[in-house]
């Protein structure tokens, strides 16, 4: 192979890489890692690092439900499972999140749970993030994607 040819064949690759959809990465990465990733931390009742969320203020009329778990509404978004839910996969980006403006049970205070409000004394009980080995996973399997579609010439 000439230095010439050497060049063409990564100009080739380049094009692939940067033309190439994604879009059937991003499903696995939304299906197989983030919403198994949101749902770990529901099961864990804590952030993506470990740290337990903080406790439920004392409350007499308190039923014993998880925390953030009152009606399962706020965890079936989170996770894509039900109403409040959305996700937009294009060729090269993903977009997933909580449509807030969804009238159920805890879910149009998903991002104070997450984040915290303290004008209303709500402590920050993150959910809605994933670990950086997660993270990690993710970008495996958009690695393995791309380096597919170099060895199939792109298509």
């Not at 692939?16 to 991003?26: C, N, V």
């Not at 997933?96 to 004394?121: C, F, K, Q, Y």
Request: net charge negative; glycine share 12%.
């Amino acid at each position: 192979m000439t230095g010439d040819e050497a060049i063409a064949d990564l100009r080739d690759m380049e094009v692939i890489l940067r033309e190439s959809s994604l879009g059937p990465a991003m499903k696995d990465v939304r299906d197989k890692k983030v919403y198994p990733a949101v749902s770990a931390n529901f099961e864990a009742r804590s952030a993506p690092d470990g740290g337990p969320w903080p406790p439920r203020k004392p409350d007499p009329r308190d039923d014993g439900h998880p925390l953030l778990e009152d009606t399962g509404f706020l965890r079936a978004a989170a996770t894509g499972q039900g109403p409040g839910a959305f996700s937009d996969i294009t060729g090269r980006e993903m977009t997933i999140g909580i449509d807030t403006s969804v009238e159920l049970g805890g879910i149009r205070g998903a991002g104070a749970h997450n984040e915290g409000d303290p004008s209303r004394n709500l402590p920050e009980r993150h959910f809605f993030s994933a670990t950086e080995a997660t993270l990690d996973e993710c970008g495996e399997i958009i690695g393995d994607a791309m380096h597919e579609k170099l060895l199939a010439g792109g298509r």
